[in-house]
């Protein structure tokens, strides 16, 4: 039986998009912008010439020139791929992959080919980076600055000039004196939250505030020494929450390296507050989590700076089981990834497994499908550790190394904990690990294991005396009852027998035998590879660490065709000797922050003056940081303490974040958020409810220095540089013309405000910081000169300086000023500023990737079987400590409970196609649009028939959280969750799936009114569904989605629902 | 345990193998293009490459990739099946349509003449006896049309048969023309690979020379399974299909024997 599942589809969409004529041209949105001129007059010149027939082919086809070739970086999704953007009058008409990037092209091509030579050659790129044109010439894109002029929600706007935005937003008042119900609202500004702004005092106060915190000092003691500031601070009660600084909040979803550091040297170091925030913990914070605590360091009773990302090196693997994951849709991404699995396919260097509950596009490569239950990938990963060890199939020599000097013996780059001994409490509750000191044998630095069952005290990172230990140890050593971190994962692994584990899983315990005896099978050349899936669940910390561990049963790390920490970078914020600018130093009179986040994250409970007993009344979140769904609700909650300001950068919490109508409900809280004012390129599903809305740059049009993916095993920085003009209204500051965007309104605000480390000698003396590129020139140069000396690139030679700059003859002063660009980075470095720009990055030749048997970059660390700080840390709301080592756990609530869902029988899962991310993309570029219009329920074949349903059906999800299935925007308005139904045979059954891209209600999908003037939305914006509101909020909180208090995700795919045919 | 990572970059080993082609007079050379349907990932990337390098309007698409499932839970297959014009050497489409209104290149390209194989009535003629519907008529309609703004990457010229093409006017050609793949000819002109082919992101799509025994494709074709599309119809395809073990050649020929 052949079923198509799209070819008709293609159709279908392509042949309606033809005589659709649903929509009243409105004219430029909001004031247009300068490129209709170009429009009109497309290279006439070369008509003329080319009718006189005095041209070649490649003088036609502009494309292939590298005049009108720029190089920079993709954002469609966060693999970040190099561009290469070609240009015709300025206007950006193709996106492809870079010959020179490490992402695009396997191998890339040498570093020192010459951009003319590299402007016929090009490479991979996936068809959301190629759409990117339509995110840049997006008809929706806002270019200046609005204010709303009726209630938050109600999409009535008028523009303003971002001078006057600036000044309201800074000074406060009766901002909003002409909405009906706000005319006696009296705003709070910035002026009035930049509470504490003399370095010396945040510095005096942040130390006591620590001391009281630790009970060093008494609250009276503190006040009466700080008696002149404590106005100054948030609560005098509770000093260690910080100044009122703190109750300014930025709310960043996709920010990256280059606009991150930008924005926390602004909010932190400048402002005084601690509250930044990204989006990770909607993304995949739980994965990251677990890696860092795998992978710290151990130094003088700290455990700290693990690697928060591993990857396969897929070119050289032999075996990989895809948790939760794939190599041809989301994941760390498909140009960098795809080729490696298929060219390892159909040479058949490489076997696949694919575990998820949908028959993704990589499961269709595999070697095996298992359509597991959601959330079992721990379960799963424990059952074949159970059988791994039973069997005795794991990496004897690897694990029992319990130092450097025992790895460097053996030829292994990294070693583990997995010998060493944990002590192990009366009840039977593991511990610390035990201290050479506690035996006499050392010092409290240094460990114990036992040799061949002798007591033997070493220290991790010992390059003289190898120490190898017993795997298995359950004793007692003087006196006290140990188990090495070996047992400990043996223990929780024959927890379940394997039948059990298969029963969870909802799979045969065969198929985990299977499975475990392939990955066993291929030496070092097995991998387990996971990112998003098995971790967004209460579970997923726990997941993610079971899964590492199974890593670790084959001694994988560092080794060619094993588990890869990646190529890394050149450090572009200087913090390497070799670098030129160290721009975390550069800031003269830095304020600095202090305090305990809105989020509580990064925090122990116990170590707060809030501690009063168990449950805390939110949780805290000792581990994770940014901990996105957790900001709004503590707003409303006031805990630990009211904000007065949110900026809301380039994100929507309000749409993506699971159990979403109760992020909606705040954004639309004036009392609770006093003042919300956003920054992005369209007006989005939670910038909608802004007081005003700043246009951004998008990232055709600014700079930005994202990092690499570890599939890549070169050393790789990529260069996010202004391709075209930019389509926002440019404005002064500081003197300077530039383009408004989220660096633009920092730097106004810091001009009015007179933060420290901007304007004239801005960065120190003779650096001035007026301008964006003043600070991302010298990550440019940072990168240009390298970490270490000898490093650096070429000079770029004069035909390089002169392509530089006839390829960028289309950019203005405000964006690009040769003479500018030198002067901040100094002369002796720029020829090497343009040997970079012109390649958009650094690349390593390929010929680093590998050394032998070993991977060119390493880890060449230790790797923590049991991870001593989750273990001797407490659930802050049952006041019970974590596991050190993976367990299974259900999918449980915030107050620690069992989470039940009668009735409803459906696990719902989500995911991404390849054409979408969760923004921008589908379904509003429109090339992508036109192969995918709309998302569906898919559900399985046997499913539908038992339910009733037929391909095609529409239908209501609903749950226990959203029994009603409808979003509320709360502005009068709502929208069902109703989508199509896809019937299939690729999904597990009683699990359904709906991929997130669609279901926008904002994003260009509605109607507005700007100055009076109506601006019409675009119906092919508004199709499909997105199930973020159908997911659960915490049946404890109830005012949040449901969080892993480990790793911080949020809770997307433990939600149960049912489909209503409607 | 030896390290086994890709030499050779398939890209530029195929852009070489170009070069070299490119030197040689047309008739010398038979362009045809090679898709492994075991690395099609189903991505998309050709679609979108070969929209936005051709400027097609909506309902234009000269590469489709048909996904199509396969099985019974949890027995279940997925195979991706990227399509566009065969440039036939006796190819149907044009069975009756004016001699001025084609040509068929002495490289194998079949070119449309824009100003000549234009209307609905033509197009309609060409659609029904193409196999492979893999020809698309220009409405004149842009993407951005009807929306607050027509944007400028619509507007902009195309470059296909290595001649500038602008939509910009009423009825000014490629709008009401037929229109398909020419396998990038204006980019093979100016020494570059096909845009779906370089853009791949699973590294599925080759192309070359026929007639140049020592390059990848001719080298693929011999150690590898193949078929070509509709062949019984004698339409003689210059798209070869590569099969394996994901899609072997027998299910193939259960749709397109």
């Avoid at chain 2, 020809?135 to 951005?144: A, K, M």
């Amino acid at each position: 039986m052949i079923k198509k599942i799209t070819e008709s589809e293609v159709y279908e969409n392509t042949r309606k998009r033809i005589s659709r004529r649903t929509f009243i041209r409105s004219g430029a949105f909001l004031g247009g912008s300068a490129l209709l001129v170009s429009q009109l007059n497309w290279a006439c010149n070369l008509l003329s010439k080319a009718e006189a027939g005095t041209l070649t082919p490649q003088e036609i086809y502009e494309l292939s020139k590298a005049k009108n070739i720029i190089y920079s970086v993709c954002l469609q999704c966060h693999t970040d791929c190099p561009i290469k953007a070609k240009l015709l009058n300025g206007v950006l008409v193709k996106i492809d992959g870079p010959a020179y990037s490490s992402q695009s092209m396997l191998p890339h091509i040498s570093y020192s080919t010459s951009p003319a030579k590299a402007a016929t050659m090009e490479g991979k790129l996936c068809p959301k980076g190629q759409a990117g044109i339509q995110s840049l010439y997006d008809p929706y894109r806002i270019v200046k600055v609005l204010k709303r002029t009726g209630p938050r929600g109600s999409n009535q706007w008028e523009t303003i000039p971002f001078d006057k935005a600036i000044d309201e937003i800074i000074n406060g008042g009766l901002l909003f004196k002409n909405v009906k119900g706000e005319e006696n609202r009296n705003v709070l500004g910035l002026k009035n939250l930049y509470s504490v702004r003399d370095p010396n005092v945040q510095k005096t106060l942040s130390i006591d505030a620590k001391r009281v915190a630790k009970k060093e000092m008494t609250i009276a003691d503190f006040k009466t020494k700080h008696v002149d500031h404590i106005n100054l601070l948030l609560d005098p009660r509770h000093p260690d929450l910080g100044p009122i600084n703190n109750q300014f909040v930025i709310q960043a979803g996709r920010i990256e390296h280059g606009r991150k550091e930008f924005a926390k040297r602004w909010l932190n170091d400048a402002f005084g507050s601690v509250n930044f925030f990204e989006h990770t913990s909607i993304c995949e914070q739980s994965h990251h989590i677990a890696y860092i605590m795998a992978t710290n360091k151990y130094k003088n009773g700290k455990w700290f700076g693990g690697k928060e990302h591993m990857k396969p090196d897929t070119l050289n693997s032999e075996f990989i089981i895809y948790f939760g994951t794939g190599a041809f849709e989301a994941n760390f991404g498909p140009p960098p990834m795809a080729e490696k699995v298929t060219d390892g396919i159909i040479t058949g260097r490489l076997k696949i497994a694919v575990v998820d509950p949908r028959f993704s596009k990589t499961a269709a490569k595999a070697w095996m499908w298992v359509p597991l239950k959601p959330g079992m990938d721990g379960a799963l990963a424990l059952g074949m550790i159970r059988w791994i060890i039973e069997n005795k199939r794991f990496d004897r020599t690897f694990l029992t190394n319990a130092n450097l000097a025992a790895a460097k013996d053996s030829g292994e780059p990294s070693w583990s904990t997995a010998a060493w001994l944990v002590k192990i409490d009366k009840d039977g509750t593991p511990g610390k690990y035990v201290r050479a000191s506690e035996l006499k044998l050392g010092d409290e630095n240094s460990f114990v294991v036992l040799k061949n069952g002798i007591p033997t005290a070493f220290n991790p990172y010992d390059t003289k005396t190898a120490v190898e230990g017993d795997l298995m140890v359950n004793t007692a050593v003087q006196g006290i009852q140990v188990k090495s971190a070996f047992q400990l994962l043996w223990e929780s692994a024959a927890s379940k027998t394997l039948d059990e584990w298969a029963e969870l899983c909802g799979i045969n315990s065969t198929t985990i035998t299977a499975l475990a005896q392939e990955f066993t099978s291929h030496g070092k050349k097995s991998v387990a590879e996971f990112y998003r899936g098995p971790v967004k669940h209460t579970n997923g910390y726990y997941n993610a660490l079971a899964l590492i561990s199974l890593n670790l049963m084959v001694g994988n790390p560092d080794w060619v065709g094993g588990l890869s920490v990646g190529g890394g970078h050149w450090h572009e914020d200087g913090s390497k000797p070799g670098n030129p600018f160290n721009l975390k130093k550069m800031h003269p009179n830095k304020l600095g922050a202090f305090g305990l986040k809105i989020s509580r994250e990064k925090a122990f409970y116990e170590k707060t003056t809030l501690f009063n007993g168990y449950p805390a009344k939110r949780p805290f979140y000792p581990f994770t940081s940014n901990l996105y769904q957790e900001i709004l609700p503590s707003v409303k909650a006031d805990y630990p303490y009211s904000i007065k300001a949110l900026f809301l950068h380039k994100g929507t919490p309000g749409f993506s974040v699971p159990g979403a109508q109760a992020q909606l409900d705040v954004l639309v809280n004036k009392e609770k958020l006093p003042l919300l004012f956003a920054c992005d390129i369209v007006i989005g599903e939670s910038s909608m409810f802004a007081d005003y809305i700043f246009p951004d740059l998008s990232v055709w049009e600014r700079w930005g220095m994202p990092h690499v993916t570890p599939d890549v095993q070169t050393k790789t920085s990529k260069v996010r540089q202004p391709i075209v003009a930019p389509l926002t209204e440019t404005v002064k500051v500081f003197g300077e013309e530039m383009p408004i965007c989220m660096e633009t309104i920092m730097l106004a605000i810091a001009e009015k405000l007179n933060l420290p480390g901007y304007g004239g000698n801005g960065l120190g003396n003779g650096w001035d910081f007026k301008r964006p590129e003043d600070y991302y020139l010298k990550m440019v140069a940072n990168i240009a000169i390298g970490d270490k000396e000898g490093e650096t690139v070429p000079d770029a030679d004069n035909p390089e300086l002169e392509l530089f700059l006839k390829s960028r003859s289309h950019l203005s002063k405000p964006i690009f000023d040769q003479q500018r660009w030198e002067k901040t980075v100094g002369s002796d470095k720029w020829k090497k500023v343009v040997y970079v720009l012109n390649r958009g990055g650094r690349y390593e030749n390929f010929i680093k990737a590998y050394n032998g048997n070993y991977l060119g970059h390493k880890f060449n660390g230790l790797f923590s079987l049991y991870a001593e700080p989750v273990a001797t840390t407490n659930h802050s709301m049952t006041g019970k400590p974590f596991f050190g080592m993976p367990v299974y756990e259900p999918i449980k609530d915030a107050a620690g409970e069992i989470v039940v869902q009668d009735g409803y029988d459906l696990s719902l899962i989500t995911y991404k196609e390849i054409l979408g991310g969760q923004s921008r993309t589908l379904p509003n570029d429109y090339w992508l649009s036109s192969i995918l219009s709309e998302n569906y329920i898919l559900i399985n074949s046997r499913d539908a028939e038992l339910l009733g349903f037929s391909n095609g059906d529409k239908a209501k999800v609903v749950s226990t959280t959203n029994p009603e299935g409808v979003w509320n925007f709360n502005n009068g308005k709502k929208k069902p969750v109703v989508g199509k139904v896809k019937v299939i045979e690729g999904i597990r059954r009683g699990t359904v799936a709906v991929s997130w891209h669609f279901g926008h209600w904002a994003y260009g999908a509605t109607d507005l009114k700007v100055d009076g003037k109506l601006i019409k939305g675009d119906e092919r914006r508004t199709t499909g569904l997105c199930t973020n509101v159908v997911l659960l909020t915490d049946p404890y909180l109830k005012d949040v989605c449901m969080t892993d208090p480990i790793g911080g995700s949020s809770s997307f795919s433990d939600t149960k629902v049912k489909l209503i045919k409607v | 345990m030896q390290q086994t990572y890709i030499k050779e970059n398939l890209v530029v080993k195929m852009q070489e193998d170009l070069k070299r082609a490119l030197q040689k007079p047309m008739n010398k050379r038979s362009w045809i293009m090679v898709i492994d349907t075991d690395k099609c990932i189903g991505c998309n990337a050709c679609v979108v490459s070969c929209i936005a390098e051709n400027v097609s309007p909506p309902g234009v698409s000269y590469r489709v990739v048909n996904d199509i499932e396969d099985g019974e839970y949890p027995e279940v297959s997925r195979y991706f099946m990227p399509t566009n014009c065969q440039q036939c050497d006796n190819p149907p489409c044009i069975e009756g349509i004016p001699e001025d209104a084609y040509t068929k290149r002495a490289d194998g390209i079949l070119v449309f003449h824009y100003d000549k194989l234009k209307g609905k009535k033509l197009f309609q003629k060409v659609e029904n006896q193409c196999p492979y519907t893999a020809v698309y008529y220009d409405e004149g309609t842009f993407y951005t049309a009807n929306t607050p703004k027509l944007e400028p990457y619509e507007t902009r010229p195309s470059y296909e048969y290595g001649e500038e093409w602008s939509r910009v006017g009423k009825g000014q050609s490629p709008i009401n023309a037929v229109r398909k793949c020419h396998f990038c000819l204006h980019r093979l002109e100016a020494s570059m690979l096909p845009a779906c082919v370089t853009t791949c992101v699973g590294r599925a799509m080759y192309f070359g020379d026929k007639n140049d025994t020592d390059n990848v494709v001719n080298k693929l074709l011999k150690n590898r399974k193949w078929v070509l599309i509709n062949e019984s119809e004698g339409t003689k395809p210059r798209v070869f299909y590569l099969t394996g073990t994901i899609l072997n050649k027998e299910t193939c020929m259960t749709c397109h024997g």
